[in-house]
C-alpha cells in the first residue's frame, strides 16, 4: 500500500508512475483519495476541538462544585451532552471516511522503479541475458508429457481421478526428484544466509491483506469457507507476514529466509492445450527467499537475489534468459521484478521458473513492519523471490536431458538422488 506521505508530497511522481502501469484513471483516483484525505483531517480537527472543548467544560463544572453554582452546572452539563453528541456524529463519519480511504488506497498498486521499463504486456519486457546456445534434440525428442508416462514418473490421470486436472501424482523417480531438487534449493539458500522456515500453508485474510494478496487476488487463491482461511500461493505470504506489527531492531537487519512449501492456485480460465504437463499446475511445490532489508540496501539485496537463483539454474547446466518486466506486466505489489525463464528444447518454447521482486515499503506499509532509528521508527522494504519453482524445472531437465538410455541427472542432484540417470524401463 501505498504512503499517504507520499502521495501527498509526490503527487505528480505517482500519477506519472501509475500511468506508466496503464492503470485506469490513475490522476481521478489519486484525487478522490487527497480529498478523502483532507476531509478526515478536517473532521479530526473537528473532533480534537471538541474533544478539548469537552474537557475545559468538564474542568470547568469541578471547580464550581465548589461554589454550589447549580444553574452554571446545569448550562455546562447541557453544553457537554451537546458536545458528545457531536463528537458521537464526528467519530461515525470519521470512521466511514477512513474505511474509505483505506479501500481506494488497496485499490492503488506500487510505483514502477525509474528502471523498469515501459510496456503494456509480456511481449515489450526486456531480455538483460540469454544463454547464447540452446539446446537441439534430435528428432525423436518427446515433450516431457510423454516422457514422464513411459518412465512412470508422473501421474496425472490418477491426480486427476483423486482431485481434478492440475494435481499431478509424482512417483518412482519423479517423487525422488521432487524430493532431491527441494533439498538441494534449501541447503544452497542455507549456504548463501538464509534461515530455514517451515510456515503454514493456511494463511487467514490479515496475512492475505498483509503481503496484497487480498483484495486483488481472491480469485485466484483457494478458500477454505468454514474456516475463513486461504491455501497459501507461495510462501512469500506466511514467511513476510511473520514480521506483521513488528518493530525489527536495527542490528538483526537484514533478515533473509528461505521455505519449501506446497504451493495452491486456482488458474481460473487457464486451463487448455497450450498449458500441457508441468507447465502449469494447481499445486506445486517451490522453495521461496525472502529478505527485509533498510530502504538504502534493497536494491543490492535485489541483485544479490537475483544472482543466487542465476546460480542455481548454471549449476544445473540450463538454458535460461532473464527478463526485466514492463510496467504492464508487473505484479500489483511489486516495484522491479526480474523473470527467470529455462528453455524447453523438446516444446521450443521458455518456460517461467522464477520471479524475484523488491516491493519496497508497499507490502511493510500494509503489514506494519518496521525499525527503530534514532529519531522515528521507519518502513522497511520486502523482497522475495522463487530459488525454484520445481515444474517447469523438471519438464526442462526431462526434455533437455533425455537420451536413448535416460534422463540425465544434472550434477548437483545426483548426491540427493543417488543416481546420475533415469533409465528407462519397459512397464
Sequence with gaps: MLQLTDIREKKEHI???????????????????????????????????????NNEHSKAIALLMQSKN???????????????????????????????????????PNIPHKTVPNGKSAEENEIIFQTQELPILEKNAKPHWEIIKEYDLIDFELGTKITGSGFPVYKNDGARLVRALINYFLDMAIQAGYNEIQPPILINAESGFGTGQ????????????????????????????????????????????????????????????????LNRLHQFDKVEIVQITKPDNSYKALEEMKAHVEMLLKNLELPYRILRLCAGDMGF???????????????????????????????????????????????????????????????????????????????????????????????
Aim: hydrophobic share 35%; aromatic share 8%; with cysteine.
Design 15 to 53: 500519477i506519472t508512475g501509475l500511468q506508466k502501469r496503464n492503470f485506469a484513471d490513475a490522476e481521478k483516483k489519486i484525487d478522490a483519495i487527497l480529498t478523502l484525505d483532507n476531509e478526515k483531517k478536517r473532521l479530526k480537527k473537528e473532533l480534537d476541538t471538541l474533544l478539548q472543548e
Design 70 to 108: 447549580t444553574s452554571q452546572i446545569q448550562k455546562l452539563k447541557e453544553e457537554n451532552n451537546e458536545i458528545k453528541n457531536k463528537t458521537k456524529k464526528i467519530s461515525e463519519e470519521l470512521i466511514g471516511i477512513e474505511k474509505k480511504l483505506n479501500e481506494s488506497l488497496y485499490e492503488i
Design 214 to 277: 487480498l483484495p486483488d487476488k481472491e480469485d485466484q487463491m483457494y478458500y477454505v469457507t468454514e474456516d475463513a482461511l486461504y491455501l497459501i500461493p507461495t510462501a512469500e505470504v506466511p514467511i513476510t507476514n511473520l514480521y506483521r506489527d513488528v518493530i525489527v531492531e536495527e542490528k538483526n537487519l537484514p533478515i533473509k529466509n528461505v521455505g519449501y512449501t506446497p504451493c495452491f492456485r486456482r488458474e481460473a480460465g487457464s486451463w487448455g492445450a497450450h498449458v500441457r504437463g
Design 333 to 427: 505489489t511489486s516495484a522491479l521484478t526480474y523473470d527467470f525463464e529455462v528453455y524447453s528444447a523438446a516444446q521450443q518454447k521458455w518456460l517461467e521458473v522464477s520471479s524475484v521482486s523488491n516491493f519496497e515499503t508497499f507490502q511493510a506499509n500494509r503489514l506494519k513492519l518496521r525499525y527503530k532509528t534514532d529519531k522515528k521508527n521507519q518502513l522497511l522494504h520486502t523482497l522475495n523471490g522463487s530459488a525454484l519453482a520445481l515444474p517447469r524445472i523438471m519438464a526442462a531437465i526431462y526434455e533437455n536431458n533425455q537420451t536413448p538410455k535416460g534422463i540425465l541427472i544434472p550434477k548437483p542432484i545426483i548426491p540427493y538422488i543417488k543416481k546420475n540417470i533415469i533409465e528407462y524401463t519397459v512397464k
